[in-house]
Nanobody, 116 residues
Framework: QVQLVESGGGLVQPGGSLRLSCAASGFTFSTYWMYWVRQAPGEGLEWVSRINTGGDTTFYADSVKGRFTISRDNAKNTLYLQMNSLKPVDTAVYYC?????????WGQGTQVTVSS
């Protein structure tokens, strides 16, 4: 079965950096586009970034463009999100996501808190 396990979140000061990881299993990771989304307290889901199967095509929400970098290691079945110049508005639970066979799969999420 599809499993997505996010890690790497934590508490960081404004301007700091974090690197999130998402370990994938139960499907052929290298053949699917992958996504990062987030949900801030009391807010709806916000799409953050997506990456193609080969890792050479990426897209970002305007709110994170130039600060976040999505990448993947298909040999390790792992998705990454490098987050730099973090701001308090980036505080959220971050999820990796895959659409497979008509289903939408999520991990349990990892909390990112940006605060001084």
């Amino acid at each position: 079965q599809v499993q997505l396990v996010e890690s790497g979140g934590g508490l960081v000061q404004p301007g700091g950096s974090l690197r999130l990881s998402c370990a994938a299993s139960g499907f052929t990771f290298s053949t699917y586009w992958m996504y990062w989304v987030r949900q801030a307290p009391g807010e709806g889901l916000e799409w953050v970034s997506r990456i193609n199967t080969g890792g050479d095509t990426t897209f970002y929400a305007d709110s994170v463009k130039g600060r976040f970098t999505i990448s993947r290691d298909n040999a390790k079945n792992t998705l990454y999100l490098q987050m730099n110049s973090l701001k308090p508005v980036d505080t959220a639970v971050y999820y990796c996501r895959v659409f497979r066979a008509g289903h939408d799969y999520w991990g349990q999420g990892t909390q990112v808190t940006v605060s001084s």
